[in-house]
Structure formats: C-alpha cells, structure tokens
C-alpha cells in the first residue's frame, strides 16, 4: 500500500515539474517587427504561458527606423540568463537568428511637395497680395526617409521674408515633439497674381488715369516691385516711356512719399494681442513698406520702422 502511494505522489510530482517546466517555454520567432526605440523579449519570443513582467524585458536598441538587423538568439538567452535569474528556468526554444525590423513613417518626395504647398496656401492671405497663387516644385527631387512612429509634425522656414521669393525652404519635422530631421529643399516656386500693366503705350510724364492701367495675372518671379493695388497709381506721373502689356513697377512712377522726412508720424509696437502707439518724427522719406529710422518723441531714441501707411510706421520684433 505504502508502494502505491509512493508511485501516485511521485508521479504527480513529476507530472507538476513537467507541467512548471513547459510553462518556462520562450520559442524565438524568426522576424518580428517592432516600432519604439528598443525592442523587449515579448517582441521577439512567444512565452508559454504569457508572462507580461518577462515579456516586458528589454533587449537591445530597435534598428533605425525602417532598417532590419539580425540577432543571433543564443546571444540573447546568454545575456538574459547573465543578468536576471529568473530566465535561467526557461526552455530556449525557436529560431537561431532573429531579423528585427523597426515600423517608421515614410516621408517621399511626394510628400514633402505637399507640406511646402500647403503651408504656402495657409499663409499666401500674409502676403497681402490679393488672389495670389503660389505652387513649388523641385530642382531635384529630394531622396526619401523614415521617420520614427509618433505624431509627426513639420516647421516650414521659407529663405526670404517675401514669401513668393522663397526659392528655398529649410523643413524641420519632429516626432512627438522631439526634432528627428532637418532638411533643406531647393526649387521653384511660382507665384501668379493680378498686376498692373500699361493698357497701352503710355509717354513718359503721363499723369496715370484709368485708361492707361489695366489688371493682368502674371509670374512674379522677374519682377522686382509690381503693382498689386492699381488704385494707387492713379494720378501718379509716369517717369518713363510704357510699352503696351508692360508690367507697371513702382519704381517706374513718382509716388510722393507715404511718409515725409522730419514729418510727426504715429509709431505702432504690438506683440500678441497687445498694442501701444507713440509719435516720433520720420528721420527719411519712405513709401509703404520701406524701412526708416524715426526718433520717438518721448523717449529721444531712434527705433527702425517699416511704413505702413500716410504717417504711420510700424516697430518690427
């Protein structure tokens, strides 16, 4: 009798080693795909039964994203065994090697010529130039690359603070807010937008009348100072002879100056919501958007303004 009960209970304990010792099973697969910056057993191994704590065990560093990189599993198990006990109770099962390849975002050239056009549709109203319309294209298409996983975001620098001049564009993506690529991307731009041009041939001091101006959409690209506001000419004298369809520039008419030197001006300064004004006296004759030096006449210093309108200038942060 003692026999039989010593056979029952060794038998359940071996049949309970048996079953501790397959639950201990980590089966290598032979590819897996990951997507954050370093990769866990869980991600490499099957583990039987699920053990989210050794699952959870990191590793090596992910490869760059997009890339693949071959591990050797043996490697693996010894360096997991070396520095945690409890993985010297697994069954190493599985493949020999492991080819980890990491998930990113794909960034093509196709892409990257919709960010920039984009972004020129979003700010074309800050160029104040009504119906304008900006398209870029590439001088040479740019390679493609891989981004990490995450919320992707894009800061578009454009070369020249006159947007439709930009011929570049420096483009700074950030991965969840962390800066992951930086690129600079040459090409054309063209910009089209309604100009004046000379309704016909047009002597030199001509006082300018409606009959002499009329719109047109052309390319801005070789021109320097277009008219983009006709009204403006309007009783203006032409300071050279106009050939017909000729695009009308600035410097080509004598526009009395919008501010006057030694003139009492308004000096605008805002930042944010908040506005202030102050008087100074224009130390130069400027037309709108030049740049001048005016004195303020509170504080004696002089400050560099653009002009904005008949004696009123703007302080630029």
């Known amino acids: 009798m003692k026999a039989l009960v010593k056979t029952f209970l060794f038998l359940f304990l071996f049949q309970s080693f048996c079953s501790f010792a397959m639950a201990m099973e980590a089966r290598f697969q032979a590819a897996a795909t990951v997507d954050g910056e370093f990769f866990t057993l869980g991600d490499i191994a099957l583990l039987s039964p699920a053990s ?64 920039i056009n984009q972004y020129l549709e979003k700010n074309r109203q800050n160029t104040h130039i009504n119906n304008i319309h900006m398209e870029f294209s590439f001088t040479r298409s740019p390679k493609s690359f891989v981004l990490p996983k995450g919320k992707v975001s894009c800061r578009i620098i454009p070369s020249d603070t006159t947007l439709y001049r930009s011929q570049s564009f420096n483009l700074m993506f950030s991965v969840d807010g962390k800066v992951e690529k930086n690129i600079s991307i040459r090409g054309k731009l063209k910009a089209v937008a309604p ?29 320097r100072d277009p008219c983009f506001k006709p009204q403006g000419l309007l009783g203006q004298k032409v300071l050279r002879n106009l050939r017909k369809g000729e695009p009308i520039e600035k410097s080509m008419v004598d526009f009395p100056p919008m501010v006057k030197r030694g003139e009492l001006i308004t000096i605008e300064a805002g930042n944010g919501g908040l506005k202030v004004t102050a008087t100074g006296i224009a130390k130069s004759n400027g037309q709108e958007g030049d740049t001048i030096r005016v004195k303020n006449s509170g504080s004696g210093k002089e400050v560099v303004c653009k002009v904005v309108g008949p004696g009123q200038v703007a302080v630029e942060f």
Do not use: C, H
């Open 52 to 115: 989210n704590d050794l699952a959870a065990r990191l590793i090596y560093r992910s490869p760059s994203p997009g890339k693949t990189m071959t591990y050797n599993t043996g490697e693996i198990r010894s360096y997991l065994e070396q520095t945690d006990e409890d993985f010297k109770g697994l069954t190493w099962v599985g493949a020999e090697t492991v080819k980890v390849t990491r998930e990113g975002i794909t960034i093509t050239a196709e892409k990257i010529a919709r960010i």
């Open 195 to 223: 100009i004046a041009v000379a309704a016909a041939d047009v002597p030199r001091g001509t006082i300018l009348t409606g009959n002499e101006i009329q719109v047109v959409a052309m390319e801005l690209d070789r021109l």
